[in-house]
C-alpha cells in the first residue's frame, strides 16, 4: 500500500517547475505519472521517493502536515533544488488548500453589552439575505467599491493570459507546466488581493488533474464551468471592474451580531476532497434569517461522521450539534460573518433554547410557498445558492435509474428528482433515499439544496412528516418531527403501515427540458475545446457538417439564434491561425480566442438557468421542449 503524499501549498509547486529548464520540462509529466506509488513514510514523519540510485526527495510538512516552503522538499541529486526529481515529487502532491488568515472576530462592543437578549429583536443579516441589515454596523452593510491599483490590474491580466493559454491547451495539453504557470498567477493574483480569482485558478488546476488522472465522479462539465468562471472574473478584474464580489475577501470579517435567537434546522455532514470533514448546523433566526454553526477540520470521512455529536463551541454553550440541530440558542455578544457563520469569539454568550418544529414559525416559512418561487431568486444569486436551503412537501412517487421521483404537493407541479446530498457509502444519504423510494405514496416534507445545474433536482438534507396527513413519516418524537439523512437512519418503524393510494409510476423521467433542448451542440463545443484545446475546436470546423451551417440549423429553428452565432463564432476564431511569409503564426496569442469561448459560455448559462428555472414551475407537458 502506497503512502499519501503530503499536500503542496501552490506556489511551492510554481516555484519549482519555473526553475526547470526548457529540456526538463518536457519531461516532467512523464516522470511525475506513477511516482507516488513509491512513496515511503519514515519514522520520523517524513516521505521520501526514490528515483533511480542517486536521487531521493525528501518531503518534510510542517505541523498542520503540508509543504509550506522550499526548504521543505529536497533532494540529493546534484540538480538540486532545480531539478526534474523534486518537481515531480511535488507535482504528484495533491494541492493544499490556501491557508485562511485568522478569523477577525471583535470585542463585544456597545450592542452586545447592552444586556440580556431580547428575543423579538431584529438580527442582523449576512450578505446576500433578503432581509434588511439591522444597524450600519451590521454584517449586511455593503462596502464600496475601490479602484483597482496597478498591482492588481497587473495581476488580473496576468492571471488571464494564462488562463487564456491553458484553456486554448485542453487537458491533453494542460499538464504540469501548464498547471504551474496557472499556479504562479493564482498566487500573484493573492498577494494582489484578488482572493476570488486566486480561487477559480486553483478550481481549474485541481481539475485539470483530475481530468488528466481520469479521477473516479470527475465531469467534464465541472471543469468547463471552473474555466468560465476564471475567465470571467479574470476578464473583468483585467478591464479595471472594482466590484468587491469581484475581488473577493480572505479574512472571515466576522462583525458584532448583537442579541440572537436562533432555533435549529438540522445539520448535514460536510467531506471535501482534500481531506477535511465536519458538520454545519442550519439555524434560523425569529426574522428567517439563516446562520450556520460549522465545524470542519482535517479528518476526512471519519471526523464528518463522528461531528455529528461532538459539543459546539460557541460562548460556552452545553449542546452538541444535534441537540443545536433540534434546539436553540440565545446568543449575546454574537459575532456573524458575511456568509451568517457564528463565531466563537471571547465575548460570546450562549444558553440553550428548547427546540420548535417545522410546522412552527421561523421554519414553517420556508415551506409556505411552491418550491419554483425560491429556485427563481436562486438562479438570480448564484452565490447565495451554494448555501441556501428550500423546504417543500412532496408525494413520493418512486426510483427511476438513479433519481428518486416525487412530486410537488400543488396543482401543476413538476416531477423532482431527489439525489443524495453526498454519495458517499459510508453516509447515511443513499440508504435513506433508497428506503424511502420503497414507499410509492408517501408524503414527505423535504429540506433540501437545489442542484442549479440540473433540471427539477433537490438534494435533501433533512425531511419530516408532512402535517396533517395520514401516509407519512412516524418519527421519535425526541426527533422533534426531523431526521437529519447525513446522520439519522430511516428503518421499518418510521414508516406508516399499509399501502398508501396508487401512485403510477412514469415508464420514464418525461422530457428533459434541457437534455432535450439543442443547446446541447453548444455544450458539446465548449467541453470539446476544455478537453482537447482549441485544436479539437478548430478540427470539428473543419469536419464534414460545418459548425457554421448545418448542425446549428436546430438552434436557429428553436429561436436560438444568438447561441448559434456564438456557437459558430467560436468555431471560426478556433481555426483562425494567420501566417506571415515565413509560415510563422502572426497572431500566436489565445485571447480572442478565450473572449470568444467565454462569451458562447455565458450566454449557454444564461440560457440554461432559464431552461431550469422553467423546469421547476410548471410540469413536464407543460415545459416546451425544443427539437434536437
Given at each position: ?30 516522470v511525475t505519472e506513477g511516482c507516488a506509488a513509491g512513496a515511503v513514510l519514515e519514522a520520523d514523519g517524513t516521505v521520501t521517493l526514490r528515483f533511480g540510485e542517486d536521487a531521493l526527495v525528501t518531503l518534510s510538512p510542517g505541523p498542520a502536515g503540508t509543504i509550506t516552503t522550499a526548504d521543505q522538499a529536497t533532494c540529493s541529486c546534484l540538480l538540486a533544488p532545480r531539478c526534474l526529481h523534486r518537481a515531480a515529487a511535488l507535482g504528484a502532491a495533491p494541492l493544499a488548500d490556501t491557508p485562511p488568515e485568522p478569523a477577525a472576530e471583535p470585542e463585544p462592543g456597545p450592542a452586545a ?216 440558542l440565545r446568543i449575546v455578544g454574537a459575532t456573524v460573518s458575511p456568509e451568517g457563520r457564528l463565531g466563537a469569539g471571547r465575548g460570546v454568550r450562549a444558553t440553550p433554547l428548547p427546540g420548535s418544529a417545522w410546522t412552527e414559525q421561523p421554519a414553517a416559512r420556508l415551506f409556505a410557498r411552491p418550491a419554483a418561487e425560491a429556485v427563481a431568486e436562486l438562479l438570480a444569486d448564484p452565490d447565495a445558492a451554494e448555501s441556501a436551503l428550500l423546504g417543500c412537501d412532496v408525494t413520493v412517487v418512486g426510483a427511476v435509474a438513479e433519481h428518486l421521483l416525487v412530486r410537488e404537493t400543488r ?218
Open positions: 500500500m502506497s503512502t499519501e503524499l503530503p499536500p503542496v501549498a501552490p506556489e511551492v509547486l510554481a516555484e519549482a517547475v519555473e526553475n526547470l529548464t526548457a529540456r526538463l520540462r518536457k519531461k516532467l509529466d512523464a453589552a447592552a444586556g440580556p437578549a431580547d428575543p423579538t429583536a431584529p438580527a442582523a443579516a449576512p450578505n446576500g439575505s433578503t432581509e434588511p441589515a439591522a444597524s450600519a454596523g451590521s454584517v449586511g452593510t455593503t462596502v464600496p467599491a475601490q479602484a483597482l491599483t496597478a498591482a492588481q490590474l497587473r495581476a488580473a491580466g496576468a492571471l488571464w493570459h494564462v488562463a487564456a493559454e491553458a484553456l486554448a491547451a485542453g487537458v491533453t495539453a494542460g499538464g504540469a507546466v501548464v498547471q504551474a504557470e496557472l499556479l504562479r498567477a493564482a498566487h500573484t493574483a493573492r498577494l494582489a488581493g484578488l482572493i476570488r480569482a486566486e480561487a477559480a485558478a486553483l478550481r481549474v488546476v485541481r481539475g485539470l488533474r483530475a481530468a488528466r488522472e481520469h479521477r473516479a465522479g470527475q465531469r467534464l462539465g465541472d471543469l468547463t464551468g471552473a474555466f468560465r468562471e476564471l475567465l470571467h472574473t479574470a476578464g473583468l478584474l483585467a478591464s479595471g471592474s472594482a466590484d468587491p464580489a469581484l475581488t473577493g475577501t480572505a479574512r472571515r470579517a466576522y462583525a458584532p451580531g448583537g442579541s440572537l435567537q436562533v432555533h435549529g434546522l438540522c445539520r448535514e455532514p460536510v467531506l471535501s476532497a482534500t481531506g477535511y470533514g465536519g458538520v454545519v448546523t442550519h439555524l434560523l433566526a425569529p426574522d428567517g434569517t439563516p446562520y450556520s454553526v460549522s465545524d470542519v477540520r482535517p479528518g476526512g470521512l471519519a471526523r464528518a461522521r463522528g461531528a455529528g455529536s461532538a459539543s459546539v463551541a460557541l460562548g460556552g454553550a452545553t449542546l452538541d450539534h444535534a441537540g443545536l440541530a433540534r434546539g436553540g396543482p401543476d407541479a413538476p416531477l423532482l428528482r431527489l439525489l443524495p446530498a453526498h454519495p458517499h457509502p459510508e453516509l447515511a444519504h443513499t440508504e435513506n433515499l433508497r428506503r424511502i423510494a420503497s414507499y410509492p405514496g408517501l408524503q414527505l416534507r423535504v429540506l433540501g439544496r437545489p442542484d442549479l445545474d440540473r433540471t427539477a433536482t433537490l438534494r435533501p438534507v433533512a425531511v419530516g412528516p408532512v402535517p396533517g396527513a395520514e401516509h407519512t413519516l412516524r418519527l421519535p418524537e425526541e426527533w422533534l418531527g426531523r431526521a437529519d439523512l447525513g446522520y439519522d437512519r430511516l428503518q421499518g418503524a418510521h414508516f406508516p403501515q399499509g399501502a398508501a393510494a396508487p401512485v403510477p409510476l412514469p415508464a420514464a423521467e418525461g422530457p428533459d427540458p434541457l437534455a432535450d433542448s439543442p443547446l446541447w451542440r453548444v455544450r458539446r463545443l465548449l467541453e470539446t475545446g476544455v478537453a482537447g484545446g482549441r485544436r479539437a475546436v478548430a478540427e470539428a470546423a473543419r469536419g464534414t457538417e460545418s459548425l457554421a451551417g448545418a448542425s446549428y440549423a436546430p438552434l436557429r429553428r428553436a429561436g436560438l439564434t444568438a447561441a448559434a452565432e456564438l456557437a459558430a463564432a467560436l468555431a471560426a476564431e478556433a481555426d483562425r491561425r494567420p501566417r506571415d511569409v515565413f509560415g510563422r503564426l502572426a497572431d500566436p496569442s489565445s485571447d480572442g480566442y478565450a473572449w470568444a469561448w467565454l462569451a458562447a459560455a455565458t450566454h449557454l448559462a444564461a440560457a440554461e438557468r432559464c431552461l431550469i428555472a422553467a423546469s421547476w414551475a410548471a410540469s413536464p407537458s407543460a415545459v416546451p421542449v425544443s427539437g434536437r
